[in-house]
């Protein structure tokens, strides 16, 4: 067997190897979860909020921490949707010079690799000197900041593979700029819009730091946008904690529905993806 032969076999065995390291990593992260959090899951840890004693073993459950999870990430993503979309569409040679494309990116790819923890000191500091207090509305406004340079890069490189030669051609039938971005390039982008969104909404939904300071965290399912609200990363850290077995027990049950959470919202974007995927020019 020549050289070549062996250096080929070689990484394909490297890769072999990383791919199996990978799917198991996620079996031991989904298992670990699984066999500590099924435990202490029930209806009452879903469906009801903490009662008296929750934190020393008493009753209740988590309702207010999955409740405030999906209000901070809903809210959260339609923000960064909303300003992350036209940038990204806006960052194509049609729109902006090369040069203040690529300096804008590179804005945020640095705002990307930013730890989560500068946005929540960044968000404590402006909330303390407008003299607000931690709740819903600063956790999503905080996590708006965390998703947008993850939601807006990725739908950017989604829409710098479209060929140019399906913009020339609507440009040849009439079509202005905007006409052909919203009819061609979102068009053909949208797995990648997707794409971009799931990976915004796994951080932002997975992430405490952020929303330590500016979220807060209470007991009670929050009524408006200026009560505090608590989140089910929060409420892993928090009764991970504790030195009462059955509240850390309950602190894995609380990460097993933030897996399954996660897992739901990737498989629904997934399928959009593949509904829309039959428009694609490949």
């Known amino acids: 067997m020549n050289r070549r032969k062996l250096e080929e076999n070689f990484f394909k ?12 990593a996620l ?8 066999i500590k959090g099924l435990s202490s899951l ?20 988590i309702a207010n921490a999955i409740v405030g999870s999906l209000y901070l ?5 339609v923000l960064a949707l909303i300003i992350s979309l036209p940038v990204a569409l806006a960052l194509q040679k049609e729109y902006l010079g090369k040069r203040f494309a690529d300096i804008t990116r590179l804005v945020l790819d640095i705002l990307w690799g930013t730890p ?9 500091v402006v909330m303390v000197w407008l003299g607000l207090r931690a709740s ?39 079509t ?8 061609v390039v979102l068009r053909q982008a949208f797995p990648g ?53 059955e509240v850390q027990a309950r602190a894995f049950t609380a990460a097993l529905i933030l897996l399954v959470i996660v897992l739901v919202i990737n498989i629904v974007a997934r399928l959009l993806g593949w509904r829309f995927s039959k428009n694609i020019v490949r």
């Open 73 to 77: 990430v809903a809210g959260a993503t």
């Open 193 to 245: 819009v997707c794409t971009g969104v799931i990976l915004a909404v796994g951080r932002g939904i997975g992430d405490a730091a952020s929303i330590l300071f500016t979220a807060g965290y209470t007991d009670e399912i929050p009524r408006s946008l200026f009560d505090p609200v608590a989140s089910l990363p929060l409420a892993v850290f928090f009764q991970s904690g504790t030195p009462v077995p």
């Open 13 to 24: 065995f490297l890769m072999a190897l990383s791919l199996g390291l990978v799917f198991l």
């Open 27 to 34: 079996a031991g992260i989904i298992l670990i979860v699984l």
């Open 176 to 183: 202005t700029r905007f006409e052909t971005t919203l009819a």
């Open 136 to 174: 819903l509305l600063g956790g999503i406004i905080v996590l708006t900041l965390l998703m947008i340079p993850i939601m807006t890069r990725a739908m950017d490189e989604a829409v710098r593979l479209v060929p140019y030669e399906l913009k020339e051609m609507a440009y040849a039938m009439g």
């Open 42 to 61: 029930s209806w009452s840890m879903i469906f009801e909020t903490p009662k008296g004693g929750y934190y020393l073993g008493g009753e209740g459950g």
């Open 116 to 124: 989560s923890i500068v946005y929540g000191a960044f968000g404590f």
